[in-house]
């Protein structure tokens, strides 16, 4: 699976949007890029995935550069019940496709 | 309803001891996951199986063994527990919708502490 790099942290204020960043240079044709979080020691929760295109759900929307060696998710509203760590995955999309954690980033949203 | 249940939450041990946690899920899915994540907070997987039969095996030592009675169940049991076992082990479900796999589903995670 490719390896992808995060910032270790970033902070955003309640209310606005939190931009996280994912850089995945080495992603190949067949791979997905997802995006999980987990808060608090809960078990991580998924939020988003794309191949290509742009993405957006519920919770989320993201951001695919045109030659897909970087990512970024957006939470447009980040409130404070979002701090949390944002695991960002790339994985082919197969039931032998495991999902490699890195260190993710920590996101704080602030009053 | 829980989708990813784990029992027990909590197990502490002394070192040498056998122990075994259990993972179920009610989704549906084809495919479970064993995953551990350390004290440094980083998360590997371990184990993955495909309709009960092992399609991931990362390096585990052979003191752990997963045993899937059916797909709804993946079961971890760990022989001779050591320090280093002290984690929580997180089990994990995925479904199959057309040709795809989608997002994986997490249990709530069992806290291992050996003594």
């Known amino acids: 699976d490719a390896k992808t790099t995060q910032p270790p942290s970033m902070d955003c204020a309640e209310g606005r949007a939190a931009n996280l960043p994912c850089n995945h240079s080495?992603?190949?044709?067949?791979?997905?890029v997802y995006w999980y979080r987990q808060i608090h020691s809960q078990g991580p929760q998924y939020i988003i995935h794309?191949?290509?295109n742009n993405e957006t759900n519920e919770m989320a929307s993201l951001i695919i550069t045109e030659d897909r060696k970087s990512s970024t998710l957006i939470l447009p509203h980040a409130t404070l019940r979002d701090t949390a760590v944002y695991y960002c995955i790339v994985r082919p999309n197969t039931n032998a496709g495991k999902s490699t954690f890195g260190d993710g980033t920590t996101l704080t949203v602030k009053p | 309803d829980t989708a990813v249940s784990q029992t027990p939450k909590y197990l502490v041990t002394q070192m040498g001891n056998d122990k075994s946690i259990k993972c179920e899920q009610n989704l549906g899915h084809d495919t479970m996951y064993w995953y551990k994540q350390d004290s440094k907070k980083f998360l590997k997987i371990m184990f993955s199986?495909?309709?009960?039969?092992?399609?991931i095996n990362e390096t585990v030592p052979n003191r752990f063994s997963p045993k899937s009675p059916d797909k709804a169940h993946l079961n971890l049991h760990i022989n001779s527990l050591e320090l280093g076992d002290s984690a929580v082990y997180f089990c994990?479900?995925?479904?199959?919708?057309?040709?795809?796999?989608?997002?994986?589903?997490f249990g709530p995670g069992t806290r291992l502490t050996v003594l």
């Open positions: 994990a479900s995925s479904g199959r919708v057309a040709i795809y796999y989608n997002e994986q589903f």
């Open positions: 794309g191949l290509k």
């Open positions: 080495t992603i190949s044709g067949n791979e997905y």
């Open positions: 199986y495909n309709n009960k039969e092992l399609i």
